[in-house]
């Protein structure tokens, strides 16, 4: 069993920041791919940002140049600083990751359970 688990998430002016944080736990034996998306009531989900095991980047277009990504191998937690909030930035962040349970199996798509972001004057 594997676990995602956000954190960071809250309120927050226009203009300000945060920096979500995701941690996976369990059986994991190495995890590829790891990203962050996010989701508006009634719209789609949509990409934010990913980062490969070897740092490899990419972003959505409407956020390069204010949010990073990053993350620690060693934690396996993946990170988002989210700079110059707007808010049409406001949505429920979602992590996820690939994750290879045992050296023999498939990497499986895990998701974690979303924390909320909320840009408001």
């Known amino acids: 069993q594997v676990q995602l688990v956000e954190s960071g998430g809250g309120l927050v002016q226009p203009g300000g920041s945060l920096r979500l944080s995701c941690a996976a736990s369990?059986?994991?034996?190495?995890?590829?791919?790891m990203g962050w998306y996010r989701q508006v009531p009634g719209k789609q989900r949509e990409l934010v940002a990913t980062i490969g095991s070897g740092g490899d980047t990419a972003y959505a277009d409407s956020m390069k140049g204010r949010f990073t990504i990053s993350r620690d191998n060693a934690k396996n937690t993946v990170y988002l600083q989210m700079n110059s909030l707007k808010f049409e930035d406001t949505a429920v962040y979602y992590c996820?990751?690939?994750?290879?349970?045992?050296?023999?199996?498939?990497?499986?798509?895990?998701w974690g359970q979303g924390t909320q972001v909320t840009v408001s004057s």
């Open positions: 369990g059986s994991i034996f190495r995890i590829y791919t």
């Open positions: 996820n990751a690939d994750v290879q349970v045992f050296w023999y199996s498939n990497y499986n798509l895990y």
